[in-house]
């Protein structure tokens, strides 16, 4: 079966840092793009970063420039997502998406797998 597992997110100050990694069954994984979106309580899920698949392309929503790290391990089939500094406004439920060709995207529509999510909670 193919999916994508998130690890645990957690609670942390504002200020601090936070590594959320995702492990995907899809093989191969170096012909997956990834993503990580995200989805606060009552908006719209939102694409936060993304990349392709041999991790020399990345893009990220503005809000998070600077401040986030997307990554990915093929020979782990794992793609990372470093956050720093981070702010009371990046509390969201994250999600991991899998894109079934090698260009990144910022479309959470042309993402064909989503993991369950894990959330991340910044305290002012």
């Known amino acids: 079966q193919v999916q994508l597992v998130e690890s645990e997110g957690g609670l942390v100050q504002a200020g601090g840092s936070l590594r959320v990694s995702c492990v995907a069954s899809v093989r191969p994984f170096s012909r997956y793009a990834m993503g990580w979106f995200r989805q606060a309580p009552g908006k719209e899920r939102e694409f936060v970063a993304t990349i392709n698949w041999s991790g020399t392309i990345t893009s990220y929503v503005d809000s998070v420039k600077g401040r986030f790290t997307i990554s990915r391990d093929n020979a782990k089939n794992t793609v990372y997502l470093q956050m720093n500094s981070l702010k009371p406004e990046d509390t969201a439920v994250y999600y991991c998406?899998?894109?079934?060709?090698?260009?990144?995207?910022?479309?959470?529509?042309?993402?064909?797998?989503w993991g369950q999510g894990t959330q991340v909670t910044v305290s002012s």
């Open positions: 998406a899998a894109r079934n060709t090698i260009t990144t995207s910022r479309n959470r529509l042309e993402y064909d797998l």
